[in-house]
């Protein structure tokens, strides 16, 4: 690093050598540092002598820039880190001779936008399913009608993946989760030990029913109680439903990787839209917090913000009144 402060280079001395820090991390400590001393140099300052004022325009700066809130908040990582060492460790260096505050101490990163759960739309999710339900039919092989079931459940009740594949055929005391047939509905052991029963709708419970009768064609001779089954005859991996849920939307056309919790955003996104009643989504959820279920509302607004502009007549008005 050309025309460097000493103590910067003494401090990724030590992240290389003391700390022994991976090439990537030191990389972008390195870089984050080249920007604070070339900083610091446009100020006319040495780094001692920054302050908590200047670190916060900085960050504006960075912000203004288009920088991210993640990138933001590592480069003010990497100056903190550097002023806690400056102040512990680098007091050979005379520029610290007036170091007494951490100028980064307080400052903080904007704050990052929450990622919304992605989901597929109405029109997405039915083509997936009824995709899957072609597949079946055409192919007449087991896979297929117990990848469509599986798909139709996951869609049909927002069932994470460890839920669905803990379903056996049938209630037993040891089972985490089953099926009633005749009330249609699944009973499940969510997070923290809690069970929950939610309704199945009628296509997947004929796409189970009809994946139940081959699954016995199948399984004469083994004693697996799992309702979903590999090649093997053994309970259903995760890797599995998610390669084969992959590879089923690519061939269904589906602009987007789809997987298993994707279909869970999609059920209750669908539902929210509909029903508008948060309270039963988090039921059927089986969430703790109704803050971990409203985050559907934006996608649900989202949803009815894209209606209004294709639909609302002013929604694309051209121009002003003159």
Same mark, same amino acid.
């Given at each position: 690093?050309?025309?460097?402060?000493?103590?910067?280079?003494?401090?990724?001395?030590?992240?290389h050598?003391v700390?022994?820090?991976?090439?990537?991390?030191?990389?972008?400590?390195?870089t984050?540092?080249?920007?604070?001393?070339?900083?610091?140099?446009?100020?006319?300052?040495?780094?001692?002598?920054?302050?908590?004022?200047?670190?916060?325009?900085?960050?504006?700066?960075?912000?203004?820039?288009?920088?991210?809130?993640?990138?933001?908040?590592?480069?003010?990582?990497?100056?903190?880190?550097?002023?806690?060492?400056?102040?512990?460790?680098?007091?050979?260096?005379?520029?610290?001779?007036?170091?007494?505050?951490?100028?980064?101490a =307080?400052?903080k990163?904007?704050r990052r936008?929450k990622?919304? *759960?992605?989901?597929?739309s109405?029109?997405?999710?039915?083509?997936?399913?009824?995709?899957? %339900?072609?597949?079946?039919?055409?192919?007449? =092989?087991?896979?297929?009608?117990? =990848?469509?079931?599986?798909?139709?459940?996951?869609?049909?009740?927002?069932?994470?993946?460890?839920e669905?594949?803990?379903?056996?055929?049938?209630p037993? *005391?040891n089972?985490?989760?089953?099926l009633?047939?005749?009330?249609?509905?699944?009973?499940?052991?969510?997070?923290?030990?809690?069970?929950r029963?939610?309704?199945?709708?009628?296509?997947?419970?004929?796409?189970?029913?009809d994946?139940?009768?081959i699954r016995?064609?199948?399984?004469?001779?083994?004693?697996?109680?799992?309702?979903?089954?590999?090649?093997?005859?053994?309970?259903?991996?995760?890797?599995?439903?998610?390669?084969?849920?992959r590879?089923?939307?690519?061939?269904?056309?589906?602009?987007?990787?789809?997987?298993?919790?994707?279909?869970?955003?999609?059920?209750?996104?669908?539902?929210?839209?509909s029903s508008?009643?948060?309270?039963?989504?988090?039921?059927?959820?089986?969430?703790?917090?109704?803050?971990s279920?409203?985050?559907?509302?934006?996608?649900d607004f989202?949803?009815?913000?894209?209606?209004? =502009?294709? %639909?609302?007549?002013? %929604?694309?008005?051209?121009?002003?009144?003159?």
């Amino acid at each position: 690093m050309s025309n460097s402060f000493p103590e910067v280079e003494a401090y990724l001395h030590e992240l290389h050598v003391v700390r022994q820090l991976s090439t990537y991390t030191l990389k972008a400590y390195r870089t984050d540092l080249s920007l604070l001393q070339e900083n610091a140099k446009e100020e006319g300052l040495s780094l001692d002598k920054v302050s908590n004022a200047l670190i916060r325009r900085w960050a504006a700066a960075l912000h203004a820039k288009g920088k991210s809130p993640r990138t933001i908040a590592r480069t003010l990582s990497g100056w903190r880190g550097f002023y806690a060492w400056l102040a512990l460790e680098g007091k050979e260096h005379q520029s610290n001779a007036g170091l007494s505050v951490n100028p980064v101490a =307080d400052v903080k990163a904007p704050r990052r936008n929450k990622l919304l *759960p992605k989901a597929l739309s109405v029109e997405q999710a039915i083509s997936l399913v009824e995709f899957a %339900a072609k597949e079946a039919k055409e192919k007449k =092989d087991w896979e297929s009608y117990r =990848d469509y079931a599986a798909i139709e459940l996951l869609y049909s009740s927002g069932l994470r993946l460890s839920e669905l594949l803990g379903i056996d055929v049938e209630p037993s *005391p040891n089972a985490a989760g089953w099926l009633d047939w005749d009330a249609a509905e699944v009973s499940v052991l969510g997070k923290g030990n809690k069970r929950r029963a939610i309704p199945v709708g009628k296509p997947a419970m004929t796409a189970l029913r009809d994946w139940r009768e081959i699954r016995a064609h199948y399984l004469v001779n083994t004693k697996e109680a799992a309702l979903f089954i590999s090649i093997q005859g053994t309970r259903l991996s995760a890797r599995t439903v998610q390669a084969r849920l992959r590879t089923l939307a690519i061939r269904a056309g589906l602009p987007t990787h789809v997987h298993p919790h994707m279909m869970r955003h999609s059920f209750a996104s669908h539902v929210l839209q509909s029903s508008h009643d948060l309270r039963a989504v988090q039921e059927m959820l089986g969430h703790a917090s109704i803050a971990s279920t409203q985050i559907y509302t934006s996608l649900d607004f989202q949803h009815l913000a894209k209606a209004y =502009d294709s %639909a609302h007549p002013r %929604a694309k008005a051209k121009g002003s009144a003159k």
